[in-house]
Every structure is written in structure tokens, then in C-alpha cells.
């Protein structure tokens, strides 16, 4: 985290970012986020960011903390405070501040919302994406309601952990059909032997992702056959070219899964055409 959060109205200093013990987010998790890449200086697709938090929202009757346009101006505001350049900018909605109760607080209780941004170094991800990374399979165990951008991340912070311990950058989630659903905090994606884009259809077992979003629209642009279904672990294995997508890592190849080699084992050149040209589609809003 960089040195200073907006915490329920106010810029405060790191030391004085804190929230209140009896937070719903803290307490049931009852809360939504998003995180927006940050880069050369402009928000990434924060349109898009921010409709994907209303939806969050609304389908968890949360109310909005304060207008969309304030907060809009606030994530410029704590991107700028704290510096960043190239970085992320982290946003919390939870419902609040309430005397510990499964049930909805009384209706007057205020949202509770947290800004964060921190500067992350875009030579470390070029470097990254020159190399590829690697990615495990683990058993699908969240819930079906992952359409929803909730900060209950458990099953998502386990299988993450676990990746690291074998290696790997990222862990894919294998649903009860032996589908692929996505990753803890990336979606999924595939090139076939003959060459067709292959992604999951956003309706169920995934977050609609807004890279995965402007990477459709890249790959349209670059008259590449798309394909939204499902695919299996074996599939990946044997396909051309395998990469994930999220706002953290952009188009980031994968080279290896359950430690198979894809492909010649390196970036493919569909996947780094996907990265190369990614910016010239996405929405940049200056800070
Ligand atoms: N994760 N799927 C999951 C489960 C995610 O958590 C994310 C994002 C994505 C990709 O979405 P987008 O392209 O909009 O970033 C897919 C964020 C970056 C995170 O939790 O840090």
C-alpha cells in the first residue's frame, strides 16, 4: 500500500488507515472491490471498473458510499497522493459498521469504503511475460454466485498459496464437469492446435473480467477466431498457447500447467500480439 488511503472520507496517512472492528467486511466479508491498473500515468478502464461495481453492489443490496462521480475523483486523487505512475488502485465497498448480525443492518447504516494505490514496477511484468509463467489445477470449492466481485476470498487465497508452494504463478479451478473455470484472480484462456482463441463464456463459473472484456475486443480487431466455452485441463495441456488475463497481470503467457510444457514451452506469438496491442483498445483516463 502506498502512504496514503482514503478511508470513509478522508485522506489519511497509512499508520491511520484503519477501519472500525465491527466492519461487515472484516467481520463476514460482506463487501465488493475492484482493483484498476494503473498506467503511464492513467487509469485503465475504470468505466468499466466502476460498472462492475455497481453490479457487485446491487446484486448484494449494497448501496453505493458516496456519488460515482466523487469516486471516480478520489481514485485519481489517491493514485496521484501516493505517486503512481504504473501501479493499482485498490477499492473496497462493505456495508458497514454494525453490531455483529448475520441480517442486514437497519437501512440508514452507511456503506463503508477504502482507496488504496500502490506502484508496482511494469519492467518486473514485461520480464515475466518474456518468460512465461506457470500455472496448477485445483478442485473448483467456491461458490456460484464468483460473477460477483466480493471480497470473500478464501478458496481464492488457498489455491493461490498453493500454486506458489508448487512453483506456479497461478492456480486454475477445475469445476465438478472437469471444466476449467479460471484462475484465483485471473481468467482463463487458450489457443488451439489450429489456432482458435478459446475463453469461458462469462454467464456462469467466472468474474466477467475486464481485461478478458478488451482482449475480445483485441483479438476482433485482429480477425482471430473466438470460441467462448469451456475447456478441460487436457485440452490446455495440449493446446497451442495458454495465457491468463486480470488487471494485475494484464495478457500473461503460461508456459507450463501441472508442470506440461505448452506448446514449445515458450510465449506464444498469439498471446503476445494479444499483450503487445492490448493498450490501443483499452479506455485510459488521464490522473
Ligand atoms: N482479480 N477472476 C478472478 C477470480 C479475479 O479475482 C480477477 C481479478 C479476474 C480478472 O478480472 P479483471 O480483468 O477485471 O482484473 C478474474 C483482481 C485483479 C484481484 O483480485 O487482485
Redesign the pocket.
Known amino acids: 500500500m502506498g502512504r496514503i488511503a482514503y478511508v470513509n472520507g478522508r485522506y489519511v496517512h497509512g499508520r491511520d488507515a484503519t477501519v472500525n472492528v465491527e466492519d461487515r467486511g472484516y467481520q463476514f466479508a460482506d463487501g465488493v472491490?475492484e482493483?484498476c491498473e494503473i498506467r503511464d500515468g492513467a487509469l485503465i478502464d475504470m468505466t468499466r471498473?466502476l460498472d462492475?461495481l455497481d453490479r457487485s453492489l446491487r446484486e448484494l443490496e449494497i448501496r453505493w458510499p458516496m456519488d460515482r462521480d466523487a469516486l471516480q475523483i478520489v481514485l485519481g486523487e489517491v493514485a496521484r497522493r501516493n505517486r503512481v505512475h504504473d501501479g493499482l488502485v485498490y477499492v473496497q465497498v462493505t456495508r458497514g459498521v454494525a453490531r455483529r448480525d448475520h441480517v442486514f443492518p437497519s437501512a440508514d447504516t452507511q456503506p463503508a469504503v477504502v482507496v488504496t494505490a500502490k506502484s508496482t514496477d511494469p519492467q518486473v511484468f514485461a520480464n515475466k511475460a518474456k518468460e512465461g509463467v506457470a500455472v496448477i489445477t485445483v478442485p473448483e470449492n467456491r461458490w456460484d454466485r464468483?460473477d460477483i466481485?466480493s471480497i470473500g476470498?478464501l478458496p481464492?487465497v488457498l489455491a493461490r498459496q498453493k500454486a506458489k508452494e508448487a512453483g506456479a504463478a497461478e492456480a486454475w479451478f477445475v469445476d465438478r464437469d472437469g471444466m476449467v473455470t479460471?484462475?484465483?484472480?485471473?481468467?482463463a484462456w487458450i489457443v488451439t492446435p489450429d489456432g482458435k482463441l478459446v475463453t469461458r463464456p462469462a454467464e456462469t463459473g467466472?468474474?466477467?473480467?475486464?481485461?478478458?472484456t478488451v482482449a475480445l475486443e483485441v483479438a476482433e480487431a485482429h480477425d482471430l477466431q473466438i470460441e467462448e466455452r469451456a475447456f478441460t485441463p487436457d485440452e490446455a495441456k495440449s493446446a497451442r498457447e495458454a495465457f491468463m488475463?486480470?488487471?494485475?497481470s494484464m495478457v500473461m503467457p503460461i508456459v507450463r500447467i501441472d508442470g506440461v510444457s505448452i506448446g514449445n514451452g515458450h510465449p506464444g506469438i498469439t498471446t503476445m500480439a494479444l499483450r503487445d496491442s492490448f493498450y490501443d483498445k483499452a479506455e485510459k483516463t488521464l490522473l
Open positions: 472491490y482493483v471498473h462492475r464468483v466481485k476470498l481464492n479460471e484462475g484465483g484472480a485471473t481468467n467466472i468474474l466477467r473480467g475486464i481485461t478478458r488475463t486480470s488487471a494485475t
